[in-house]
């Protein structure tokens, strides 16, 4: 809920209170019991020898919080994972970014990271498709492949000696990404998961939840197309087969607006719920421009906490 700037009426205040409300009321005990804030002592057993991990500190032989955020356990090592936190990257993470810089034989991207990541040129596919050594051909044509502002999709390759991203675009799945919307949003909102690519059929779009915090609304594409108009020189007929049509931008905007709604109320994003937000507003004949409104935040929310507790009670009926 943190910068969320509405202009809510009585009665829509008083709704959304209750809303939130009920939603930190079903919150799991067992979440609310681990949460700690600066200068809490964390609960441990001297005996099992524990060890003080990140956000942790010993003060006067008690284990202190020096964090706001989660207590958790591995085995024996204790610390504190914050709620709301930088991006902190993993091997194997998908992310979207967009190029900032052409350096020699690689171009930098900003991730919402900490530093810039890096794709090497030999850390992708050419446009011919051709595994094969880079040449100086290659590297003088860069510019055809990505430029500034380009907005891509890769993956965590690993990290450099400086602390910097390392990524690898191989797979077709991953490159340029066209015809669609960037929308960012914290990246604690976005959680890892086996899928990160959807294609939302009945929209005609896809949707790449970038565990970095950038996520990408656009226009369906068919792996390997893009290596096919970018070999094909610029024509009449490939412009008009370029041409997103105007129902399909219509999906996309009404997708991003969902993603910006949940964003705001702070809920965690994934694509069940970003279909389900899209497809409430036009059941309850939002405009996509109304979906900024007052009304649609505060209905979205009281959807949610419903949905939550219709799901504790089938839980607490099968146990």
């Known amino acids: ?9 009585q009665t829509q205040k008083v709704r959304l209170d209750a809303a939130l409300h009920e939603l ?14 600066v200068a809490d002592t964390i609960p441990v057993n001297d005996e099992d020898n524990i060890l003080k991990g990140h956000g942790t500190s010993d ?6 919080a020096t964090l706001c955020g989660v207590v958790e356990r591995v085995n024996k090592l204790v610390y504190v994972r914050t709620l709301r936190a930088r991006y902190k990257p993993e091997v194997g993470d998908i992310i979207v970014g967009r190029v900032i810089e052409l350096a020699p034989k690689r171009w930098r991207l900003e991730i919402n990271f900490s530093q810039d990541a890096v794709l090497m040129l030999s ?23 990505f430029e500034e502002n380009d907005v891509i999709c890769a993956e965590v390759r690993g990290f450099q000696h400086d602390g ?21 949003v914290p990246a604690y909102l976005v959680k890892r998961r086996k899928q990160h ?11 790449i939840l970038g565990c970095n915090g950038f996520i990408w609304v656009g226009e369906h594409v068919v792996v390997g197309q893009n290596i096919n108009i970018m070999e094909d020189k610029p024509s009449l007929s490939a412009e008009v087969e370029n041409f997103t049509p105007l129902e399909t931008r219509r999906h996309i905007c009404r997708l991003g607006n969902a993603v910006r709604v949940l964003s705001a109320l702070g809920f965690t994003l994934t694509a069940e719920l970003i279909i389900e937000t899209a497809e409430a507003s036009v059941s309850s004949n939002f405009e996509i421009n109304d ?23 089938k839980k607490s009926g099968t146990m």
């Open 291 to 313: 979906m900024l409104g007052a009304e649609f935040y505060v209905q979205t929310a009281q959807r949610e906490a419903k949905r939550r507790a219709d799901l504790l009670r």
């Open 164 to 184: 910097s991203l390392h990524l690898q675009a191989r797979s077709q799945k991953y490159g340029k990404l066209e015809r669609g919307q960037l929308l960012i």
């Open 59 to 64: 003060q006067d032989g008690e284990v202190v």
């Open 197 to 207: 690519f959807h294609h939302l059929e009945q929209y005609d779009a896809d949707l």
């Open 1 to 9: 809920m943190r910068d969320l700037q509405l202009s809510l009426n």
């Open 24 to 37: 930190q009321t079903i919150a799991p005990a067992s979440t609310s019991a681990a949460a700690v804030s």
């Open 123 to 145: 850390s992708m596919n050419l446009p011919d498709g051709i595994q094969r050594r880079r040449t100086a051909v290659d590297e003088l044509n860069m510019r055809s492949i």
